[in-house]
């Protein structure tokens, strides 16, 4: 379980968060929402720590991570999996190489055991065939399920998915939100995922959030979205043509 | 000034990580033998042509600005070689390699940068700036003296073609000039400037890849401030080192 509170974040004048409050059990997946320029990247950053917050405080099932000190940090780091946005694979490996490396970075499992790990985790996203293959020989939907099997290859407590979805087709975005929800319920974590993907929120979305102007403006279930009348929220999912499209089915 | 002063700081912050204790040995040494091929052996090519027609060039030169009688002509072997083994191997090579693999360092951290490539080295709990930054300095300063002993036996071996193949200066002339009054002190002063040189062509440029930020024209910016730096460095080194050991 991930615990927030009172977390506030300025680069210079501007204020990116405020006061957020917020709590992400274990194995659920919560999903921060908000338009561009919100805050919830910023947030996401916050937690693993990428980006120092000026105030508040961060707990990992009850360990201060602001408290840390460098090497407790790194320790702590070793429990989290994060997806980024672009798949951020290091170009000069195969899918193999950029699987197996935080194996190699972090662990002392024998070369059998990291290639059984490695083998498992591409079996999980179905890539069971690319392990020779390079970051700039996959497709973007590729490189998201790569992502996802590096980001869980060391067992993680904690998984982050830094807009899961974006520039892919819808078809695919399904796989991709589909596979987020089953590891997160098979290996028991806790998973935060940030998106202004609707359709993504409404497939995943256990628990969600949403951040408006650096603040937590909203919070509730996928079912309590629909029924809402928080005027910020409507426009929000208004402008995603998510209610258009419902309505219209 | 307070800039300047912000960035040497920040620069010198940056390099008390890149030498802390790396994680795991076996994946720098591996690492290390990667970036001397890449920062070396690929090198060679370019070192090889250049040091040929820097030392041609410098026979040439030689005999045409002597215009005296009095002065032997062996004095072209021994000015193409105390010019080579001082100032043109070391410092021309430096210089050659501050384009050529600064550039390269810069433009690939920072690549890595604005891709989120770095950041997730960091969430794994990796120090990034140790595991990419440190191979590369090391590799370059272990491989550049080796670089610029060939690049003198070529750049010479540039100065005993001329000999053979114009009248300038005889074969003899030139062989005996090159073995006169040799001092093994200046390759000494000649491969630690190489060493020293490699080490700000290497770090220079990955610091600006490793602050860059934002999109590739960024880490375009940071490539070219890289080199620049880094040449602007290598000749005010340059300078101080020739005071202390050769005066």
């Given at each position: 379980?991930?615990e927030?509170n009172?977390?506030?974040?300025s680069?210079g004048?501007l204020?990116?968060?405020k ?7 274990n194995?659920?997946t ?15 950053r916050?937690?693993v ?5 000026n105030?508040?405080e961060?707990?990992y ?25 672009g ?18 970075m972090?662990t002392k499992?024998?070369?059998k ?11 999980r996203v179905e890539l069971s065939?690319?392990?020779?293959l390079y ?10 399920r790569?992502?996802?099997a ?12 830094d807009?899961p ?7 695919t ?7 987020i929800l ?6 028991d ?8 993907d ?9 628990h ?7 603040q937590?403006?909203?919070?509730g279930?996928k ?16 402008a ?10 | 000034?307070?800039?300047?002063l912000?960035?040497v ?27 001397m ?7 060679l ?8 027609f820097?030392g041609a060039v410098?026979t040439?030169?030689?005999a045409?600005?002597i215009?005296s ?16 083994i001082?100032?043109f191997?070391?410092t ?8 050529k693999?600064?550039?390269?360092i ?8 604005v891709?989120?490539?770095i950041?997730?080295?960091e ?10 930054i ?10 550049n ?8 036996f070529?750049s ?8 053979n193949f114009?009248?300038?200066?005889t074969?003899?002339?030139?062989v ?12 000494v002063?000649?491969?630690s400037k190489?060493s020293?040189?490699a080490f ?14 934002g999109s ?9 401030h890289g ?15 020739t005071?202390?050991?050769?005066i």
């Amino acid at each position: 379980m991930i615990e927030v509170n009172n977390l506030y974040k300025s680069f210079g004048d501007l204020e990116v968060l405020k006061d957020i409050t917020a709590t992400f059990e274990n194995g659920k997946t919560s999903v921060i929402i908000g338009a561009s320029g919100s805050g919830k990247s910023t947030l996401a950053r916050c937690l693993v720590g990428l980006v120092e917050p000026n105030k508040g405080e961060v707990l990992y099932d009850g360990r201060s991570f602001l408290d840390l000190n460098v090497k407790q940090r790194k320790s702590l780091r070793k429990e989290v999996g994060f997806l980024f946005q672009g798949g951020a694979l290091f170009d000069y490996m195969t899918v193999e190489e950029n699987i197996r490396f935080p194996l190699d970075m972090l662990t002392k499992l024998s070369k059998k055991e990291k290639k059984h790990r490695v083998d498992t985790v591409l079996d999980r996203v179905e890539l069971s065939n690319a392990h020779k293959l390079y970051p700039s020989e996959l497709s973007g939907g590729m490189k998201k399920r790569v992502g996802i099997a590096r980001a869980i290859s060391p067992n993680p407590r904690y998984l982050f998915c830094d807009e899961p979805n974006s520039g892919l087709d819808p078809q695919t975005s399904i796989i991709i939100d589909d596979l987020i929800l089953e590891i997160t319920r098979e290996y028991d974590i806790t998973t935060l995922v940030i998106t202004h993907d609707m359709n993504s929120v409404m497939e995943i979305g256990e628990h969600i959030i949403f951040i408006h102007k650096g603040q937590k403006w909203w919070e509730g279930t996928k079912e309590e979205i629909l029924e809402t009348d928080n005027k910020e929220l409507l426009s929000f999912v208004d402008a995603s043509g998510f209610l258009t499209n419902k309505k219209n089915k | 000034m307070a800039s300047f002063l912000f960035h040497v700081g920040k620069y010198f912050i940056l390099m008390w990580r890149v030498f802390s204790r790396p994680e795991k040995f076996s994946i720098y040494r591996k690492r290390l033998f990667d970036e001397m091929v890449s920062l070396g052996i690929d090198s060679l090519g370019i070192i090889a042509v250049i040091s040929l027609f820097m030392g041609a060039v410098i026979t040439i030169q030689t005999a045409a600005n002597i215009d005296s009688a009095f002065i032997p002509t062996y004095t072209i072997g021994f000015t193409t070689r105390q010019s080579t083994i001082l100032e043109f191997s070391p410092t021309i090579m430096a210089l050659i390699l501050a384009g050529k693999v600064g550039s390269n360092i810069a433009s690939e951290i920072g690549l890595m940068r604005v891709t989120e490539q770095i950041d997730a080295l960091e969430i794994m709990g990796v120090n990034s700036s140790a595991y990419l930054i440190l191979p590369k300095v090391v590799a370059a300063v272990l491989i550049n003296p080796f670089l610029v002993v060939i690049s003198m036996f070529v750049s010479i071996g540039g100065g005993y073609l001329v000999a053979n193949f114009s009248d300038i200066v005889t074969v003899a002339d030139y062989v005996y000039g090159i073995q006169l009054d040799f001092k093994p002190h200046h390759v000494v002063y000649a491969l630690s400037k190489a060493s020293v040189f490699a080490f700000i062509f290497t770090s220079i440029p990955a610091f600006n890849g490793y602050y860059a930020s934002g999109s590739a024209l960024e880490v375009g910016k940071a490539s070219t401030h890289g080199v620049v730096q880094s040449s602007i460095i290598i000749l005010f080194t340059n300078y101080i080192i020739t005071q202390l050991f050769l005066i």
